[in-house]
């Protein structure tokens, strides 16, 4: 009996530690034809987010709101604004920013959400719009 605590207490120290397997993280964008606020992040954001550490770490996907909803997602609640970011871990929603504050504000409150999650990600601090 005592080996068998032992193994488990083994193991689930050991499990406690591990990084999850095969965990898909994506950043939903719930946008819908028309929307300003959507535009303005296409323009100052949409250029570069694959290229940085967050894109990396957490892939866009966009989603049409006027559209049915993926079935592969599931939100906590309705989206009521565009756009709203949305955090998804093996597709179900785990945090979200609805609105867009402006470049400066978005890259900090997107690493706070990953970073929440314990999802690393890389800073990199010279991308703007115009590099390819």
């Given at each position: 009996m005592?080996?068998y605590?032992t193994s488990?207490?083994?193991?689930a120290?050991f499990a406690?530690?591990a990084e999850?397997?095969?965990v898909?993280?994506?950043?939903?964008m719930?946008e819908?034809?028309?929307?300003?606020?959507?535009?303005?992040?296409?323009?100052?954001i949409?250029?570069?987010?694959?290229k940085?550490?967050e894109?990396?770490?957490?892939?866009?996907?966009?989603?049409d709101?006027?559209a049915p909803?993926?079935?592969?997602?599931?939100l906590?609640?309705?989206?009521n604004?565009?756009?709203?970011f949305?955090?998804l871990i093996?597709?179900?929603?785990v945090?979200r920013?609805e609105?867009y504050?402006?470049?400066d504000?978005f890259?900090g409150?997107?690493g706070?959400m990953l970073?929440?999650?314990?999802?690393?990600?890389?800073?990199?601090?010279?991308?703007?719009?115009?590099e390819?």
């Open positions: 005592f080996r605590l488990l207490f083994v193991f120290t406690a530690f999850p397997a095969d898909e993280t994506e950043l939903m719930a819908e034809p028309g929307c300003i606020w959507c535009a303005r992040w296409n323009t100052e949409g250029p570069i987010y694959d940085t550490g894109g990396a770490a957490a892939p866009l996907r966009r989603v709101i006027t909803l993926p079935e592969d997602i599931t906590a609640r309705s989206v604004f565009t756009p709203t949305i955090l093996d597709g179900t929603e945090t920013l609105g504050p402006g470049e504000f890259w409150l997107l706070q970073t929440a999650q314990n999802i690393p990600f890389e800073v990199k601090t010279s991308l703007s719009a115009g390819g």
